[in-house]
């Protein structure tokens, strides 16, 4: 079991492929088809880009507060990747890459930022959850969603995503005992990106690394290299076979370093070190993977430009659609309150109109 | 039928409920074996088992937030807060998320959950065991609110609560909990959320009162027998969303008002009655539409909860303040 041989509390951490791309033990690298592995990686890709495009439209006025995934790309789609089209996402909010993994529309992602509910409409059937802005709260929402389908007897996972931050929380430790007791079929991923806002994880908590709190719980923990899309893959894997076996419950940690800012409204060069940030850039997640993929000639420096430009065009493309989208109406606003409208907001309604509202 | 209390009649309820539907579950701090601190769930898990009466961690925001998670995958999840003065470790998952959830994902997922807490004081209760929180949850678009005064309401409100779509909190007054029995009919019914009730028809007075403030309100209605005061009193029933309709319409008739409740007064649930009221029914008013609610204090422990407790004679002497203005 990963779990064990990479115990938490001896601070082992699961690493198969190193910052150059190569695979650090021959045992661990997973028998993933081509096309997965490609699919990974573009995915990666395309939340790169996509990430990198929706800075630029709020530099230029066009989008509003985003918080970016840059550098957190692995974290999200090696997890994706493991989980069955059955399986639930629990997202907080910085997870665009692992949503786009999930078939969530680039779209959605957009207009979520640009201001618009409509964002967070998925589809029922990607078993994706809204976006949760309170931090840690969705923990307990997913260890609900775990308990129903353990009760109901679903053959389906629940993997719920929290920061290095969000384990200060209480809700963190409700919700995740909450799973251990009950012995849920779900999985929790720490993106430890080593910053909440401006302040550094050493702040958060005293232990050593973040998946020894799994121990507290009586529920296997794991510390990974979040930067590496083969080693979240693999975590997962198991954590999943875990949990659909009626074992429980994985908290998995994934290190891994925020190469941009918490929000666009957020300026990181006050607050972190340059000299990590520079050395957190040599282990950008796409740089393995890409020599992967490359050593594997399933890639190459000219696909990579090529699809860069690709992705930069869709993005591009998907964007003006959403801003094409303008604002809400004013049905929209009041239609999902309540399934059954009271009749004094629907009278707020009908003065909103008579008021010229549409 | 039975004659049943109120703790009898949401006891019964749940039962029936629960062996209608399958996707019922009951979730809570020492709900299941022990059947709630004050017995109300006794029973029901060793009829339907552990998996459907759940015994929690003591974890407010994990009971309600996994609510809101089974609620979402196919459960109509039916929680306890042991008393509503310990429901705020659960609040943010009300606020901000059970409220909203329908809205925010425009209307894929809507939560059928119930969140059951016993309120109010009277009961010689230790600290945060004695609050009438009512505005915290009326205040938050996307939340409703509903206490029983009587047996017979308590079963229809709270099937009418398991059924409807969106969450519902359901206030139990726990000093009524055993006060007194009624009859209750042993089928499935429901008292529709949103509709008070006329308890007693009148010229004078408009009188609401809901929950364990009832029978205080009668009794005081009794005390002016011999005054020549015609009430019309109103169990509100539904908190959020209240009845604008059959109150204002009531006062219309009457052109007087009083609310009475053990909420704290100011910013209460009955300010925004009286405001309604001004802006429905001002040209029909003989005398400024009044409240009488807790004292703006902390509401004292036993051997000083005399002071905050609204007593049938206060309620007597506030309606003939109305009436003689």
């Known amino acids: 079991m990963l779990t064990t041989k990479f115990d938490p509390l001896k601070d082992k951490m699961l690493q198969v492929l190193d910052p150059k791309g190569k695979v650090v033990d021959a045992k661990l690298e997973p028998k993933i088809d081509d096309e997965t592995l490609i699919k990974m990686y573009e995915t990666m890709l395309l939340g790169r880009t996509a990430d990198t495009k929706a800075l630029q439209y709020q530099r230029q006025g066009r989008m509003l507060t985003y918080a970016p995934i840059k550098g957190q790309e692995a974290a999200q789609v090696g997890v994706a990747a493991a989980l069955g089209k059955e399986d639930w996402f629990v997202p907080a909010f910085r997870e665009m890459a692992a949503l786009l993994y ?11 930022w640009y201001g618009n509910e409509e964002g967070n409409h998925f589809d029922p059937d990607l078993k994706i959850l809204p976006i949760s802005v309170p931090i840690a709260s969705q923990i307990n929402h997913a260890a609900g969603i775990a308990y129903a389908s353990k009760i109901q007897k679903k053959e389906e996972v629940t993997v719920a995503y929290v920061g290095d931050g969000g384990t200060s929380h209480g809700e963190f430790h409700e919700g995740v005992n909450f799973g251990a007791v009950f012995n849920l079929p779900m999985i929790t991923v720490i993106q430890n990106n080593q910053f909440a806002i401006s302040t550094p994880r050493s702040v958060q908590s005293k232990a050593k690394n973040l998946a020894t709190k799994a121990v507290g719980y009586g529920i296997p923990g794991i510390v990974v290299d979040g930067n590496d899309p083969l080693a979240m893959y693999i975590a997962t ?34 607050y972190r070190d340059e000299k990590d940030f520079k050395d957190a850039e040599t282990k950008d997640p796409l740089i393995r993977f890409k020599q992967y993929l490359i050593d594997k000639k399933l890639w190459s420096d000219e696909k990579d430009e090529e699809k860069i430009k690709e992705f930069t065009d869709y993005s591009n493309k998907i964007f003006k659609e959403v801003e094409e989208t303008g604002l809400v109406d004013l049905d929209d606003v009041f239609d999902y309150q309540y399934e059954t409208l009271p009749p004094h907001i629907e009278e707020q309604r009908q003065r909103a109109k008579e008021r010229g509202g549409k | 039928m039975a004659v049943m209390t109120i ?9 029936q409920q629960m062996e209608k539907d399958d996707s019922i579950v009951l979730l809570g701090e020492d709900v299941g074996f022990e059947g709630g601190v004050f017995r109300v769930t006794k029973g029901l898990q060793q009829k339907y088992g552990k998996d459907r009466s759940i015994d929690t961690p003591l974890a407010e925001a994990a009971i309600i937030g996994s609510s809101i998670g089974m609620a979402m995958n196919g459960l109509k999840p039916i929680s306890e807060m042991q008393f509503s003065g310990f429901m705020f470790d659960g609040y943010n998952q009300l606020v901000s998320h059970a409220a909203r959830m329908r809205n925010r994902t425009r209307g894929t997922y809507n939560l059928p959950m119930v969140v059951r807490m016993p309120y109010g004081g009277g009961i ?36 009418s609560a398991i059924a409807d779509p969106d969450p519902v909190i359901f206030f139990e007054p726990k000093r009524l909990y055993r006060a007194f029995k009624q009859e209750v009919p042993e089928k499935d019914y429901k008292v529709e959320i949103g509709k008070a009730r006329v308890v007693q028809k009148g010229d004078d007075i408009t009188v609401v009162a809901w929950g364990a403030l009832m029978p205080e309100a009668i009794k005081a209605i009794k005390l002016l027998e011999d005054q020549d005061i015609s009430v019309e009193l109103i169990d509100l029933r539904t908190i959020a969303p209240w009845d604008r309709k059959t109150v204002v319409e009531s006062v219309k008739k009457t052109g007087r008002f009083l609310v009475v409740h053990e909420a704290y007064t100011s910013f209460g649930p009955g300010a925004e009655m009286i405001s309604v009221i001004n802006e429905q029914a001002f040209l029909y008013l003989e005398a400024p539409p009044t409240r009488l609610g807790g004292a703006d204090i902390t509401i004292p422990l036993p051997k000083g909860e005399h002071h905050f407790i609204i007593t049938p004679e206060q309620i007597a002497d506030k309606i003939k303040d109305v009436v003689k203005f």
């Open chain 1, 102 to 112: 999930k078939g969530a529309p680039l779209k959605q992602l957009y207009l979520y």
């Open chain 1, 237 to 270: 894997v198991e954590a999943r076979e875990r949990a659909l076996k009626g074992d429980g419950p994985t908290l998995i940690e994934a290190v891994t370093y925020r190469l941009g800012p918490h929000t666009t409204s957020d300026d990181p060069t006050i």
């Open chain 2, 124 to 159: 010689r209760a230790l600290e945060h065991h004695s609050e009438s929180l009512e505005v915290l949850f009326a205040h938050i678009p996307g939340l409703k609110l509903v206490i029983p005064s009587t047996p017979y309401d308590a079963k229809g409100l709270l099937a």
């Open chain 2, 7 to 15: 703790l009898g009649a949401i006891n019964h309820t749940l039962d």
